[in-house]
């Protein structure tokens, strides 16, 4: 009983902040306003304006930027904690990393998009440096546009991968190798039959974490590239600001409830792959 009061402010704050404004959108999503009259129906017609034009395009950019950066994030990131654990100070070197990790995982918005611009936008230190100082470019690359986003979602997506796979990088034991190679198994061997496998799930949940944290990321593409970048997170941004016609009010929790379902089916499946690797990080 105790437990129960003790858990019911949580349970509380999940209510009211989650669970009731995700019931509000997704009854409101599919409400409809006559332009003419005013008068309010049932209607599909936001569920089916989001899946084409300019919603289409800002679902597919976000899919695209999401799925890329987590890519790359969870294998630069992977080789990151790799490169810790083996480390001779492994030790200092990995709470210094770790600590260093905590802080630039949670550093973003419009702070680290002022940062880049600062550093490599187009009147930034880094970018004057190699055009006044030594003549060069950037080769074309700009911060205002979809590579430029990407690379400023890794800065805090790598750090996230670093904190994520490191406990499962500790639970692979190394009674597991030394009995490989006491059976005289290669290295290769032991990753494909062994480390391999038990390693996999973890990599593909934290990949997944990634994802779902940069499809839902807004201030830091607010801040950077504006509306120039198809994102759904923007559109949503613009439909809150009445930025719709006359009768396309619910657009905007239309677009929302998209998200809403995806990042969804994203987080069961992290959940689906963590409960299968529960017993090998216990």
Known sequence: MLAVLGALPFFLYVAVFLLLPIAVMSVEAFRAVDPLTFEESWSTDSIQAV??????????????????????????????AVAILRSRRGRLLRRMVLTASGVLANFGGIPLAFAFIATIGTSGVVTALLTDTLGLGLGGFSL???????????YFLIPLMVLTIIPALEALRPQW????DNLGASGWQYWRHVGGPVLAPPVVGATMLLFASAFAAYATAKALVGSSVPLVTLQIAD???SNVVVGSENLGKALALGMVVLIGLVMVFYAWVQRRTSRWLS
């Open 177 to 180: 190798r030394e009995a490989a």
């Open 144 to 154: 205002y546009s979809m590579t430029g986003l990407a690379l400023v979602y890794l």
């Open 239 to 241: 439909a809150l600001s």
């Open 51 to 80: 899946t084409e034009g300019a919603y289409r395009r800002a679902y597919v950019g976000s899919l695209q930027l999401s799925a890329i950066t987590a890519v790359l994030g969870a294998a630069l990131g992977l080789a990151l």
